[in-house]
């Protein structure tokens, strides 16, 4: 699995699920509905917005709360 990272950035940037992996992790409890239920989880992995940070965008570096300037970038997963 590939990740690549393109767009309004100064290179493109491929990761492998290896180098998500390196990346610091995060672990979120979630709920949200399905078939009409709550539900409750937990998830735990590299935030995109670390992710998309390590880009090295052209523009301001997207901030959490805030905004950031990746409108013209584009993420791809490729399995």
């Known amino acids: 699995m590939r990740f690549i990272i393109d767009g309004a950035v100064k290179q493109t940037l491929k ?3 290896a180098d998500v992996q390196k990346l610091p992790s995060v ?3 979630v709920s949200y509905e399905a078939r009409g239920k709550i539900q409750k989880s937990q998830f735990t992995g590299a935030l ?3 992710v998309l940070n390590k880009a090295a965008s052209s523009m301001a570096k997207a901030r959490p709360g805030g905004s ?3 409108s ?7 399995m």
Do not use: N, P, Q
């Open 72 to 78: 013209r970038s584009r993420v791809a997963m490729i």
């Open 48 to 50: 995109l917005l670390d």
């Open 27 to 29: 672990t979120i409890d």
């Open 68 to 70: 950031g300037g990746w």
């Open 15 to 17: 990761l492998t699920a």
